[in-house]
């Protein structure tokens, strides 16, 4: 599915995804959260690995994965030299566990119809 015609815009919102949790990750921390951290984690890389999986849609799934593991240890670097932030490896954990959860849904996305198109489907 290398010339899926909505690559281009999940490829857009992978960016500003990124740019955005970026942002939100080494900016002064904002005090209270809406959820718990670890809840976050796992919505923003499942969020993540959708956005990515559906942006590069010619490349298998732990390809795509596996740099989002690295950019989740990168923003743990970086937090851990922001003033009021502070690296923690469960972060990581929930980051991996948003990717794994993205990926035991495959099977299910697989049938929703708005999104067949996707691996080949009407």
């Known amino acids: 599915m290398a010339g ?3 690559a281009w815009a999940f490829q ?15 900016a002064p921390f904002p005090g209270e959260l809406p959820a718990s ?10 969020a993540l690995g959708f956005l990515a999986d559906f942006a ?3 490349r298998p799934y732990l390809v795509k994965a596996i740099p989002l593991v ?15 932030r502070f690296a923690e490896g469960a972060d990581l954990v929930a980051n991996l ?18 999104l067949r198109s996707r691996w080949g489907g009407e």
């Open 97 to 114: 566990g948003g990717l794994l959860l993205f990926w035991i849904c495959l099977p299910i996305l697989r049938r929703v119809p708005v």
């Open 12 to 26: 857009a919102a992978f960016g500003l995804s990124l740019a955005g949790i970026t942002w939100l990750s080494v």
């Open 56 to 58: 590069f849609p010619a």
């Open 37 to 46: 951290d670890k809840e976050l984690h796992v919505a923003g890389y499942f």
């Open 70 to 84: 690295m950019y989740g240890l990168v923003i743990e670097a970086v937090q851990s030299r922001v003033p009021g």
């Open 4 to 6: 899926w015609r909505y």
